[in-house]
């Protein structure tokens, strides 16, 4: 089977890592619980701050959230066993395309099975549709709302990694990513 991954906020913790270091920028105290009910997609929002200032916050520190953000918990270890088992796993990320080459060695680093032809990178949110319909995907995985939306109607199956932010979605969910060797595990 094909397996595509979204990798921001669905592979790694990214937003959570950029409450952190924001918090630490802003010499704030901000309490975990409000990041985790924010409703929104930009964490400026737990501080108190306009799009602009959110913005300009987060293009400060864009490379230091990026490439500091930890994988989710059993991220690695499921990718990597889908990928034992045969099965193809490919990454899809709107990240920036100055950010591709440095995001894919990242991965690597983390120990993601990344392999040649398998990364996509540097397309925007709604693009994402034409590459997973084009390679042919039987899986996808992403946390945005607007991408997942994007989706509807293709012949794959798509899940929704659970965060505040996307909990109306009335699609499958991933809480932890050990969840998907069981669903794996009932296809066969």
Request: aromatic share 12%; with cysteine; hydrophobic share 40%.
């Amino acid at each position: 089977m094909k397996f595509g991954f979204d990798i921001d906020d669905t592979l790694l913790n990214l937003r959570e890592r950029a409450f952190t270091i924001f918090n630490a920028k802003l010499n704030r105290n901000v309490d975990i619980e409000t990041f985790r009910s924010l409703r929104t997609i930009p964490v400026h929002d737990a501080f108190g701050l306009s799009p602009e200032e959110g913005r300009k916050l987060w293009n400060l520190h864009r490379e230091e959230v990026f490439y500091s953000a930890s994988p989710f918990e059993e991220a690695v270890e499921t990718l990597v066993e889908l990928d034992r088992q045969g099965h193809e796993v490919y990454y899809v990320t709107a990240r920036e395309a100055e950010h591709c080459g440095k995001t894919r060695d990242m991965l690597i680093r983390n120990g993601f099975p990344v392999r040649e032809g398998r990364f996509y990178c540097g397309m925007a949110d709604l693009e994402k549709a034409r590459i997973i319909d084009e390679l042919g995907l039987d899986y996808f995985f992403d946390d945005k709302p607007v991408v997942l939306e994007s989706l509807a109607g293709m012949k794959l199956k798509v899940y929704v990694r659970d965060n505040s932010y996307n909990r109306h979605l009335d699609l499958p969910r991933i809480v932890n990513w050990s969840e998907l060797l069981d669903i794996v595990s009932k296809e066969k």
